[in-house]
């Protein structure tokens, strides 16, 4: 993944997702475009320190880049199954300790 588009011949770059900013790995990709046969550009925005930049990706990179975001909504639902186990207290009380 880069700022711009890989040179043919080069050798692929490390794909990193995170934010260059603060490493967050909550980057979440918007504005996917086509830019020509196999490369993709995506503005990555962070959630946590609100930095964005457009990247490139060749087609290797946006199907990473898909499968993360499939996996963190896995993620995210899976909380969600989670949290709808947890004993409901009502406002005001202290939850019991459970032996």
């Known amino acids: 993944m880069s700022d711009q588009p890989n040179n043919p011949?080069?050798?692929s770059?490390?794909?990193c997702i995170s934010c260059?900013?603060?490493s967050s790995p909550l980057m979440q990709?918007?504005?996917w475009a086509r830019e020509r046969e196999g490369m993709w550009s995506a503005r990555l925005w962070c959630p946590e320190c609100w930095q964005e930049r457009r990247v490139?990706?060749?087609r290797e990179q946006a199907i990473i880049m898909s499968l993360v975001v499939e996996e963190g909504i896995a993620c995210l639902l899976q909380d969600l199954v989670d949290l709808d186990h947890l004993p409901v207290v009502e406002p005001g009380q202290r939850p019991g300790l459970r032996l």
């Open 9 to 11: 011949g080069s050798e």
């Open 13 to 15: 770059q490390t794909f």
């Open 20 to 22: 260059r900013s603060c």
């Open 29 to 31: 990709a918007t504005d």
């Open 56 to 58: 490139v990706l060749d």
